[in-house]
């Protein structure tokens, strides 16, 4: 009882920060989210086995080029393409490969175009269409929880059949299923709450999401499988490192940027 105590306040203070941070002012959501984005870094690399100063370096430089100063959409839409081609091979590699190949080339090339523009991706998205939304971050994170939450709780009661059992043997399809009924359903309250873009749209960021979530949660398994670790970190009592809790979004980050830049061109 202690323990589930601890997890709740612990996700509940989580929330609370990102929320208001998100909803206080454009700077104070670009600061925490490089604040976390290093912390998250620090985690990474201690799982594939790699110090560098100077990744660090990069990730507040590619948040402030990227996110803060928007200097060049060519260039973000180099590194969307760029990001996207890694995060698929990495699915390749998740599938296919017993062991992400980690030769230090690779390690660098990983570090910088699946986590790094993880973070960047994920501070643009509220930016998409150049004025700051901070509803639509929020909503993101909304349906990342409800589909991280009831894919745990129906898993958990109800589940059966394995996802990927040798990568994440708790993850189950029934689990999978209920996390994207939730989702679904979370879309249409959020569409009644906000009133921007239509059903359909919801609809299909909540499949999206549903879909990509996952995955990125199955790739940082794979990461921490190899490492031997449990959990990323211990900065969250209860739940593990920051790493353990934006898995989920990171990798799925420059394909939701990608809908609402779609979405945005359509309308």
Known sequence: MKEL???ALS????VFILLAATFLSPISFLVLFTLLGIICLHEFLRLIHLKSFVLYGVLILFIYLF?????DFYATKLLL???GFINLFLVKDLLWVSMIPMFEKKKYIVTILYLISGFVFITLIPFYNYEYSPNLIAAV??????????????????????????ISPNKTFEGFLGGLIATSLASFIIFKYLAIFNPIFWLGLAILIS?????????QSKF????GVKDSGTLIPGHGGIYDRLDSVIFASPFIYTYFILANYVS
């Open 141 to 166: 994170f909304i349906l990342v929880w409800a589909n991280d939450i009831f894919a745990f709780l129906i898993g958990k009661s109800f589940g059966k059949r394995k996802l990927l059992e040798r």
């Open 11 to 14: 996700g509940v203070i989580y």
């Open 211 to 219: 879909l990509f979530g996952p995955i990125g949660d199955f790739v």
């Open 81 to 83: 393409i760029l990001t």
């Open 67 to 71: 996110s803060y100063l928007q200097f």
């Open 5 to 7: 105590f601890i997890r």
């Open 224 to 227: 921490k499988r190899q490492a």
